[in-house]
């Protein structure tokens, strides 16, 4: 079974930004991140499923998660098509990923009307970690996401701007539209 271990830190919402300490190591400012992350990232599309859903999903394509998930989501990442299931957790919860064909992607997509979010993804080194960047296309919002080895590892990095890890809001699933 795969955990994530991830923090999330909000940059910007609306006009409100929370960058920190740790942002400034990397850019001079949210513009230039922005800048960066709509030039050099990755377009995502992620829409949210029912749980039986995705585990019918799962069922047809032969994999059974080894943790009773309570989100299920597809998501093309640049071209990259695949089911994720979670389970319960903020900081750290179970999650596994399935590549789907293009054909199962396409026909279950469609469920996830209303459920979705848009955004590019940039990933940046950062002190031995991966910051994913994500400029959201759908509203005005920038977070931060570094995922983790391990719990200990988190108290080691300096904050990349408000820690929203266990605001449910924040939530891609409840961000979804």
């Known amino acids: 079974m795969g ?9 910007r919402e609306g006009e409100k930004t929370y960058p ?5 190591l990397l850019y001079t400012s949210l513009s230039e991140l922005e800048e960066k992350v709509n ?10 499923l029912s749980i039986g859903t995705g585990l019918e999903i799962a069922k047809r394509i032969e994999k059974r998660p080894e943790f009773s998930p309570v989100e299920a989501r597809l998501r093309n990442e640049g071209g990259h098509l695949y089911l994720t299931l979670k389970g319960e ?18 026909e279950y997509w469609g469920k996830t009307k209303g459920k979705r979010v848009h955004k590019k993804r940039l990933d940046v080194p950062y002190e ?11 509203r005005e919002l920038v977070i931060a996401e ?13 904050l990349l701007g408000l ?7 924040y ?3 409840n961000l979804a539209k």
Do not use: W
Request: aromatic residues 12%.
């Open 3 to 11: 955990l994530e271990i991830e923090k999330k830190y909000l940059l």
């Open 39 to 48: 030039r050099d990232g990755t377009e995502i599309i992620q829409g949210y």
């Open 171 to 173: 939530k891609n699933k």
């Open 20 to 24: 920190a300490m740790g942002f400034f």
């Open 89 to 106: 957790g903020g900081t750290v919860r179970p999650e596994e990923n399935y590549d789907l064909t293009a054909l199962i992607f396409e």
């Open 128 to 138: 031995g970690h991966i910051a994913q960047f994500d400029v959201y296309l759908d």
């Open 163 to 169: 820690d929203v890890s266990e605001m449910p809001q």
């Open 146 to 158: 570094i995922e983790f080895g391990t719990i200990e590892e988190i108290e080691k990095l300096a």
